[in-house]
Structure formats: structure tokens, C-alpha cells
């Protein structure tokens, strides 16, 4: 399985970007799909993910209400949609998914909040 992950950019306070991850291979069986983040100086953080099976997405709380996970099952790609974007939301954005006890990530993509 390899991720493409897509759709950062430079944006400014208030905007909106969607990201997008294509996955090739087979992940119909995925255990657990998401996205993280990362920002200069920090951690690696989950930001949302859904579990296979599971009804409901596990959002970051600092992204309630103003981030939206989705995916296209035929297109075997996920989104994230960003809204209201705050400076602190600049990070290197990556998705990721657990198949079978085996974790794969995307190669990250760069979001930028700034005026």
C-alpha cells in the first residue's frame, strides 16, 4: 500500500484547504484511517481519524467543529477538510492507515496558516 497525500498550501487566517490521500492497493480491509500533523518543534499529533466498523470520526480537539474527515470508497482516497484555519494549524499534514497490524503513512503535505 503507498499514500499520496496532496492539497497543502499557503492560506490565510480564516481560509480553507482540503487535503486529499490516494491510496493504491487494497485497503478494504483498513483497521483504522486518519490523518496527523506535525508542526516545527513539536510532536506528531492524531488530527482525525475513523475506525473500521465505527460510525463516528475521532477529531483532535483543537479541530472540532472546523476540520471534516471524508473519503470516496470507489476513488480508494480520503479527505480532510480544513476550515477556519488558525496560525497554529501550520504543520506538515500526513494520513495514514493500519491494515492488518501494519501501519503505512503518506509522505506529508505542508500547510502554512499565515497573513
Known amino acids: 500500500v503507498q499514500l499520496q497525500a496532496s492539497g497543502g498550501g499557503l492560506v490565510q487566517p480564516g481560509g480553507s484547504l482540503r487535503l486529499s490521500c490516494a491510496a493504491s492497493g487494497n485497503i478494504f480491509n483498513f483497521n483504522v484511517m486518519g490523518w496527523y500533523r506535525q508542526a516545527p518543534g513539536k510532536q506528531r499529533e492524531l488530527v482525525a481519524a475513523?475506525?473500521?466498523?465505527?460510525?463516528?470520526?475521532n477529531y483532535a480537539d483543537s479541530v472540532k467543529g472546523r476540520f471534516a474527515f471524508s473519503r470516496d470508497i470507489d476513488k480508494n482516497t480520503w479527505y480532510l477538510q480544513m476550515n477556519n484555519l488558525k496560525p497554529e494549524d501550520t504543520a506538515v499534514y500526513y494520513c495514514?492507515?493500519?491494515?492488518?497490524?501494519?501501519?503505512?503513512w503518506g509522505q506529508g503535505t505542508l500547510v502554512t496558516v499565515s497573513s
Open positions: 475513523i475506525i473500521s466498523g465505527r460510525g463516528s470520526t
Open positions: 495514514n492507515i493500519l491494515i492488518a497490524s501494519r501501519l503505512y
